[in-house]
């Protein structure tokens, strides 16, 4: 059996490549999907802190509606991103963050 | 399941799930890239089901690996992107994002090592729950329907899941989602709703007046 700092660490190593993705990347897709991985990064400690806690072999379900929640809105971002990256795509005919400089010039 | 088996079991899924994040993160393709992620929510899904959440991990696989990866390669192939080309001045950015996510990673799991109760090999938040009357001071009445817990193990083995027969995962998250959580589940269907009508509102096309 794993103890609960290995999933803690498993989760940190992983927000922290969704992070230095998001930031090292250019194309905006793979930006939101970056920010995806550090979504779920967060879900795997909220499901370790819930078994965690259990008592009797029954986990605290609290976590687990908390890490649904997450989800859920996850999704409403992906939707909510993807069109304005058709948006974009519309006004720029790219998806290069580069591209996004008319507020600097 | 023999606990030996699960705890192999675990550092494998881990291992596959770091690795495609790496190819998220390495390949250059959008396409290769949403599939790697793909491939590592599949990996973090499994680490789900080893860990007993396994309404979760269903939920995992059918809406990240189901329903919105199919979105993102949509967007993907619709819009033709190409592949990205290495840019001058761009290995700078590659120094600054693995120096602020070699930062984080070390803070997080330093402080996941360094929880209440970490040198004492127990829980951090049952500590902090035994904890909490001199961190703000309750009524008796309020002490007296606080659960007493054993405190788990921290350093050590998490306690294993073992269902009694007439409840399942499903269920019992069921029963805390539509009693105590019943008013937040209702403003999440509208934030979903926002979401939708504004994907909608942003997506169409602009009229050129």
């Known amino acids: 059996m794993t103890p609960l700092s290995h999933y803690l660490i498993f989760s940190a190593l992983l927000f922290s490549i969704g992070l230095g993705g998001a930031i090292m990347r250019r194309n905006v897709l793979v930006v939101l ?33 908390l890490a649904l929640f997450v989800m859920a809105i996850a999704a409403a971002e992906v939707a909510v991103g ?16 580069t591209s996004l400089t008319s507020l600097k010039d | 399941m023999n606990p030996a088996i699960q705890a192999i079991l675990f550092y494998v899924f881990a291992f596959g799930a770091l690795l495609s994040a790496l190819g998220v993160v390495a390949l250059r393709n959008p396409v290769s890239s949403a599939l790697s992620l793909a491939c590592c929510l599949a990996f973090v899904a499994a680490i789900f089901f080893g860990a007993g959440a396994t309404f979760l991990g269903i939920a995992q696989l059918i809406i990240y690996a189901g329903a919105i990866l199919v979105l993102i390669l949509f967007i993907v192939m619709m819009l033709n992107v190409k592949d990205e080309q290495p840019a001058a001045g761009h290995w700078c950015y590659c120094i600054v994002g693995v120096v602020i996510a070699g930062m984080m990673a070390g803070t997080i799991s330093s402080a996941a090592l360094r929880l209440p109760g970490a040198t004492g090999g127990r829980c951090p938040v049952h500590v902090l729950i035994e904890h909490a009357n001199e961190l703000c ?35 019992l998250l069921g029963k805390r989602l539509f009693t105590h959580y019943n008013m937040s589940i209702v403003i999440l269907s509208f934030a979903l709703l926002a979401g939708a009508l504004g994907a909608v509102a942003v997506g169409r096309k602009l009229r050129r007046d």
């Open chain 1, 33 to 65: 999907m970056c920010l995806e991985l550090m979504l779920t990064a967060a879900n795997v400690s909220l499901v370790a802190f819930s078994r965690a806690q259990g008592l009797e072999g029954v986990p605290v379900y609290d976590a687990q509606v």
């Open chain 1, 82 to 97: 993807l069109a304005l990256i058709v948006a974009m795509f519309r006004a720029r005919r790219g998806v290069e963050s």
């Open chain 2, 137 to 171: 001071p309750v009524s008796g009445e309020e002490q007296a329907t606080q659960p007493q817990t054993p405190p788990a193990e921290y350093g050590g083995m998490l306690p294993s899941i073992s269902m009694k027969d007439h409840e399942s995962d499903v269920s």
